[in-house]
């Protein structure tokens, strides 16, 4: 009897020490994936995960010196009632941080499978899915470059659909003949569609024909960074190997950069590193109205600057190519860019609670965007949705190098977040436009509802979840995937866009699986699904580990980066 007796005092002891952990860690057993697989990326389990998103938060609080009283504008760690109180179910939530929203998750898994599903039914072999004619189109006469199968693979093998991964796969390993493409093509959709999908498939599949499809390709495009400036050119013809100037812009020639770096360091050849590099150095050579802002029509110092279309991806490179090699410069350049940005071009309004990015112009008195009245000034603010990318931007810059700007840096990239997704919540669509306007008092209206399937907004709200784990984040998330379901699903033939007059529009881009739902899946999915602190995005979502992680973790292999002299030796022309 006293050695049972002996026995259950040591049981109970037990059940109360293991009760005290779950009290002070928070510790809860991390819930399986909902199909049952192992998960695609990420070694780290997700507590250690949600170690890293929670230092995050700790290197952004030291610059206030507390923890506790987040800024204006910056989404609160915990999560709370409407009242603003943190209930119970909310506290519970706060220790599951960083876990898996598996219906939700899954909800999106399953439009994934619809929009592949009807692009391999209705347009294969095509670029893209005409979803309410059935049927494809390319972007070129003749045979096209298979856009979306090349933009969707990362996505399909990330959301753990391996027959839909398989068939995308081989469409692009099979039917993907770049020396039969006779027409010209946009070079730099192609690099973050093409090129940047197949490296990212290849990173997370590991099959050596996807390098070599890559590595042909760059070298097919390699020609366009042959002039004497070295800005690219924006146009390339893929059986021939040659380039031509096309439409050159600030985006268009700053968005090589991660993809070719990568590609050096993967294969160890510097030349295509040396190429995408020397064009950031030319850039930064242009004569420019603000230090720090390149104008957006790269040869022309007196032309609009800005962060929306045409401008955006330069800026999300500057700070993804330090985050990616930790070259010190383009920490420099970035951090540059960021604060002029905030003086130029950055407006506020009730305390800075609405936030945006309108285009800045020079010299015309318009107000086509954000402004109801007309400003007869030198310079009047333009500004389109792509510019919502920018809160996720500003939210990422500030958590990774604390200084005296970073707690500052990261409210205003919450407030944009937040004016990008009620911009889509004032919509009758639910899901923006392209053309919002903004009054003097911050009040949001929409001038035009034509909605592209635009990833824009999504991404922002991926980047600050994973950042704060407010669950306000994925509740935005979910309202915009209410609304594609209700306003842009075809029963059996994918997304449609929405027009200008609120009409379905017959495409759904590649963009749409490449970006869009990936962000939305990833925001449903736990923090080690495709870590922030192991891989960063190209500009079409496409997850490129940095170095000393997936496929760039030896470190020996890595390509040295010049300074501007030694990248300028190091052309291979």
Not at 341 to 358: D, S, T
Not at 369 to 391: K, P, R
Not at 462 to 485: C, K, S
Request: charged share 25%; aromatic share 10%; hydrophobic share 40%.
């Amino acid at each position: 009897m006293s050695l049972r007796r002996a026995v259950l005092r040591r049981l109970i002891a037990l059940i109360v020490l293991m009760g005290l952990a779950v009290i002070a860690f928070g510790w809860l057993p991390h819930p399986q994936r909902e199909d049952g697989a192992e998960r695609v990326v990420g070694s780290q389990n997700a507590r250690q995960q949600t170690r890293h998103s929670d230092q995050l938060r700790l290197d952004r609080a030291e610059n206030s010196g507390s923890a506790e009283q987040p800024q204006r504008g910056e989404p609160s760690s915990e999560p709370r009632r409407k009242d603003g109180s943190a209930s119970a179910d909310a506290k519970s939530e706060w220790r599951r941080a960083g876990s898996a929203d598996v219906i939700r998750q899954g909800a999106v898994r399953e439009m994934i499978r619809h929009a592949w599903a009807s692009y391999y039914r209705f347009a294969r072999g095509y670029d893209e899915l005409c979803p309410l004619g059935r049927s494809g189109r390319n972007w070129t006469a003749g045979p096209g470059v298979l856009f979306t199968p090349t933009d969707s693979m990362d996505t399909l093998h990330i959301a753990g659909l391996h027959a839909e991964y398989a068939q995308a796969k081989a469409l692009v390993l099979t039917g993907l003949d770049f020396a039969a493409v006779h027409s010209p093509l946009n070079a730099f959709e192609t690099t973050i569609r093409s090129l940047g999908g197949l490296l990212a498939a290849y990173d997370l599949d590991g099959d050596p024909r996807l390098l070599a499809k890559a590595r042909d390709l760059a070298d097919r495009m390699i020609a366009m960074f042959r002039t004497d400036s070295g800005i690219p050119h924006n146009e390339v013809r893929l059986d021939l190997g040659v380039a031509f100037a096309g439409s050159v812009s600030l985006a268009t020639a700053g968005t090589h950069q991660l993809e070719y770096q990568y590609l050096s360091d993967v294969t160890g050849d510097p030349k295509y590193a040396a190429v995408a590099l020397h064009a950031f150095e030319a850039i930064r050579a242009v004569e420019s109205q603000y230090k720090g802002l390149p104008p957006t029509s790269i040869t022309s110092p007196r032309d609009k600057v800005g962060v929306a279309g045409e401008n955006d991806s330069y800026y999300e490179y500057l700070l993804k190519m330090w985050l990616s090699t930790r070259e010190p410069r383009y920490r420099r350049w970035y951090d540059e860019s960021i604060l002029a940005i905030e003086e130029h071009i950055l407006v506020k309004k009730r305390n800075g609670e609405v936030a945006y990015l309108p285009d800045k112009v020079w010299g015309r008195s318009e107000s086509t965007f954000h402004h109801l009245i007309w400003i007869n000034v030198a310079c009047v603010y333009v500004i389109g949705e792509q510019s919502c990318f920018a809160g996720g931007m500003f939210a990422l810059g500030a958590v990774t190098r604390s200084d005296q700007h970073s707690h500052r840096l990261f409210a205003i990239g919450a407030n944009i977040t937040r004016t990008c997704f009620e911009a889509y919540a004032v919509s009758s669509t639910k899901l923006g436009g392209e053309t919002v306007y903004v009054s003097d008092q911050g009040d949001l209206s929409v001038h035009s509802v034509d909605y592209l399937l635009r990833p824009e907004v999504v991404e922002s709200i991926f980047i600050l979840w994973r950042l704060t784990h407010n669950p306000m984040y994925r509740d935005w998330g979910w309202q915009i995937v209410q609304a594609l379901e209700s306003q842009c699903r075809n029963t059996d033939a994918g997304y449609h866009a929405i027009d200008s007059n609120g009409a379905p529009s017959d495409r759904q881009e590649s963009f749409f699986l490449a970006e869009t739902l990936k962000y939305l899946y990833l925001l449903f999915s736990d923090d080690a699904t495709v870590p922030l602190d192991r891989f960063v995005f190209n500009t079409e979502a496409h997850p490129l580990s940095i170095r000393g992680h997936g496929r760039r973790a030896d470190a020996t292999k890595w390509v040295p980066i010049p300074d501007a002299a030694g990248l300028k030796e190091a052309l291979p022309w």
